[in-house]
């Protein structure tokens, strides 16, 4: 019979926006199959072949509907059913026990609060199919209405509590940059014609002196401390306009025109490369 259901259940309409609104309420992807079928008399959560499947008969939806007065009571059955599936009731045997079915109740209430429906809304499918009395495998309307009405007041605590708080910040979390490598430092000496090709001045920092040394390498001379610190390097590029890239110890690059002025990432100029002399 199960078989049978399943397969007359992937010609029939499905409604997989429902399914869609219900999970995602819930923050989780729709992993479940959602199938209407008349193999089924009412709704049913069950497992088949290693996959989760919803199965509900259109024509009893649409009575609840009609009997409820709002198409929130369909709703409900359906957020009701995908509630064993994820308390776990379909991965263990033995039937429905009033202990599951509270559980189930209670997760449609939840569901239907974030889903924008009223209590007497989440409350109508329930009232309209359930029994009154007990049974050994399901609880009376009063006592599924109160776990509907549970699940619908904890939806709406969360809410409010949201409310007060105010939306957190949406931005990302940032990635620290990797450590430069180790810089290293040499005795400064008088620096011969030959081995310095150009001097660097930075827009930002007009008062300090970086030279392009004959080996492609950025220097920094500090006069105070006698010291000169390798900075960056030079390297060729296959463009005409900005032949050279001024690439530093974080990986920044920076671009060298033709004329000598340095530009960033953005285009904006950033500094010179003139004659040392």
């Not at 559980?103 to 009232?127: C, H, I, N, P, T």
């Not at 050994?136 to 904890?154: D, E, S, V």
């Not at 300090?208 to 390097?233: K, N, P, W």
């Amino acid at each position: 019979m199960l078989t049978a259901s399943l397969a007359s259940a992937q010609t029939a309409n499905a409604q997989p926006d429902v399914l869609r609104e219900i999970t995602d309420v819930v923050g989780l992807k729709p992993r479940f199959q959602l199938r209407a079928t008349t193999e089924v008399q009412n709704a049913a959560a069950v497992v088949y072949g290693g996959q989760r499947y919803l199965l509900y008969n259109p024509r009893f939806v649409a009575a609840v509907n009609q009997a409820g007065r709002t198409d929130w009571a369909g709703i409900s059955i359906l957020a009701h059913e995908m509630g064993h599936h994820l308390n776990g009731h379909t991965l263990r045997g033995g039937g429905s026990n009033p202990a599951d079915e509270l559980e189930a109740d209670e997760f449609s209430g939840f569901v239907l609060r974030k889903m924008g429906a009223g209590l007497a809304q989440a409350q109508a499918g329930m009232a309209v199919v359930s029994d009154e009395q007990a049974s050994p495998t399901h609880p009376g309307r009063q006592a599924r209405l109160r776990a509907i009405g549970q699940g619908w007041q904890r939806a709406s605590q969360q809410i409010a509590a949201s409310t007060r708080a105010g939306a957190p910040s949406a931005a990302p979390a940032l990635l620290a940059p990797p450590p430069p490598p180790p810089v290293r430092q040499v005795a400064a000496r008088p620096a011969a014609p030959a081995t310095v090709l150009g001097k660097i001045t930075f827009r930002d920092k007009p008062d300090e002196d970086f030279y392009v040394t004959s080996r492609l390498s950025v220097v920094h001379l500090d006069r105070d401390e006698q010291t000169t610190q390798v900075v960056g390097r030079l390297t060729r590029s296959e463009s005409l306009t900005y032949p050279y890239v001024l690439v530093d110890g974080q990986q920044r690059r920076l671009y060298i025109s033709r004329s000598g002025d340095i530009f960033d990432t953005q285009g904006r100029q950033v500094a010179r490369l003139t004659d040392p002399s």
